[in-house]
């Protein structure tokens, strides 16, 4: 017998309170005052529905059912990527189209939020007593460094069991350690290059850059001649302040660069042509020897494959030069077969020549869990009794709460492998029908968490 289905009678309501979740500009570190704004309508709804929240610190939040057992977690976030460029529709609000629901965050990760919140209502409302406790934990910076999390876990226990909806079905068991590594020099040291600026999101694939160059009119026709040899979409255009060019590529989460292209490498890529070192300055001399149009760390002596995780990815997220700023800053993902370690002494070696200033903005090791757990049996459960099927066990290199639990949790859903839902790109959406699945699932998921019943028993 399945429990999940009880939140479909909820279906029009859930809506209408993702609209107004969407509409939270919640862009961490740009907008706090709408990530707070989140929290405080999640707080709202959930007193709404005679749940206890708390907000834990300016960052985080959760809303609890019970309080006895086992503490068993399902961890969300309520921040966003920046809109970007290129939507068909606007970007901070629902849309409903073809059978879709577009907005930013409806995948990842205000649509599973607003579910795993729906769903303790659910349980509430249906009088169930569990032996455990239900926490869902909300963050509001999971998309730059997750330091939500860790100042949540810094004031409340972890849980005993867990999982965070924001990755793909089946059951993600494991994930790539994430390295995001910055180098710079101490200004701006190229002779022809004013200015470059790309991408606002180290973990996406930037689909806009522009240079701003003084240049001669001999250069202006070099540029457009080798444009035409050179893999991208370039406009050039003449400024009182030099020449402007502007490159336009496709946007992409940093764990699968491959699928988008990188608007910023195509551009270095461009001038390293057309002018030499000195003229273009030290990182974007750099990135045009070091990674080019590569995602696969070839050329910096990073590519990796292991049979679990598969391989090592690099996006070059943003690159800023303007004067006395010159940064650039990289989004490495590592297999589980290897360290952080060797991936930034191999990485500082290749910056070496160029005698860049490298630092760790962020590390976050990989992530491992046994297939035969428990906590991969109880969701295997759910997920079966609401498809009829099996779930896959896979792994990813995308980056979630999960890698904070210590071996306790980890990433199960929202989006389905068949269903391309545009993460971190233009037109983020999700399939209608999919979407409730997935509520299906997590509602079938949490009722076992909460009773206590594992794969084993049904």
Known sequence: MMFGDKILKYKDE??????????????????????????????????????????????????????????????????????????????????????????????????????????????KEEGIDGVNTLRAIYGTSEECGMEDIDGYFEKMPVPDLSFTPDSDYGICYAEKGILQIEVSTKGNLATVLSQ?????????????????????????????????????????????????????????????PHKGFNAAAALVELLAKAYTSTEIGAICDFIDIALGNETDGCSLGLKTHCSISGDLTVNLGYIHIEGNEARAAFDIRYPVSITGGSVYRQFRYAAKHNKLDVKVLNHEKPLYIEKDSELVKLLSGAYKAVTGEKPELYTTGGGTYARKLGGKGLAFGPAFKDDEVNMHNADESIDKEKFFTHAQICLEAMYRMYCGISDNEN
């Open 14 to 123: 859930l809506l209408a309170d993702l609209n107004t979740l969407i509409g939270f500009e919640s862009v961490a570190n740009e907008k706090p005052e709408e990530c707070q704004n989140a929290i405080n309508f999640m707080l709202k709804r959930a007193n709404d529905f005679g749940l206890t929240g708390e907000q834990v610190t300016d960052e985080s939040m959760h809303i609890q059912l019970g309080s006895k057992g086992k503490l068993c977690g399902i961890l969300s976030h309520l921040d966003v990527v920046p809109a970007g460029n290129n939507w068909s529709v606007l970007p901070y609000s629902l849309t409903e189209k073809d059978g879709r629901l577009y907005g930013r965050g409806i995948a990842d990760d205000k649509g599973a939020a607003l579910v795993t919140l729906y769903c303790l209502r659910a349980l």
């Open 196 to 256: 470059l600026h790309s991408g606002k999101a180290i973990n996406a694939v930037p689909d806009i850059a522009y240079a701003l160059l003084d240049s001669s009119n001999y250069d202006e026709q070099n540029l457009l001649e080798l444009s035409k040899k050179t893999e991208g979409n370039f406009e050039f255009n003449s400024t009182i302040d030099g020449l402007m060019v502007i490159s336009r590529g496709k946007a992409a989460h940093a764990c699968e």
